[in-house]
Nanobody
Framework: QVRLEESGGASVQTGGSLRLSCAAS??????MGWFRQAPGQEREGVAS????????NYADSVRGRFIITRDTDKNTVFLQMNSLKPEDTAMYYC?????????????????????RGQGTQVTVSS
């Protein structure tokens, strides 16, 4: 059983930055990352990173502003969010699923991932 624990959500102003963390316990060869969901909207895969960190994938809406990294020794994934916009406001969920090939680690697939955390709220005010 894999357990995911997120932290780092907060309220910031437009243009600000936040760093989300997700620590995983249990499991191996996990594609990890985040999806987000705002009230009344569909889930959106935000960013993913493969077990070896070779493959990273971003939603078009965040590419160039968000950076996902991974500390393999600590089994922790980080999402550095820069130049935040009001449309980034959402609940952010850490998610993970097992992969054999790095190219199968995709941010869009995290929306229906096997494992997910409780979520952390990000609010960006104008």
């Amino acid at each position: 059983q894999v357990r995911l624990e997120e932290s780092g959500g907060a309220s910031v102003q437009t243009g600000g930055s936040l760093r989300l963390s997700c620590a995983a316990s249990g499991g191996s060869d996990l594609c990890m990352g985040w999806f987000r969901q705002a009230p009344g909207q569909e889930r959106e895969g935000v960013a993913s990173i493969s077990p070896s960190s070779i493959a990273v994938n971003y939603a078009d809406s965040v590419r160039g502003r968000f950076i996902i990294t991974r500390d393999t020794d600590k089994n922790t994934v980080f999402l550095q969010m820069n130049s935040l916009k009001p449309e980034d406001t959402a609940m952010y969920y850490c998610a993970a699923y097992g992969v054999v090939r790095s190219f199968n680690c995709r941010s869009n697939s995290l929306k229906s991932a096997t494992y997910r955390g409780q979520g952390t709220q990000v609010t960006v005010s104008s």
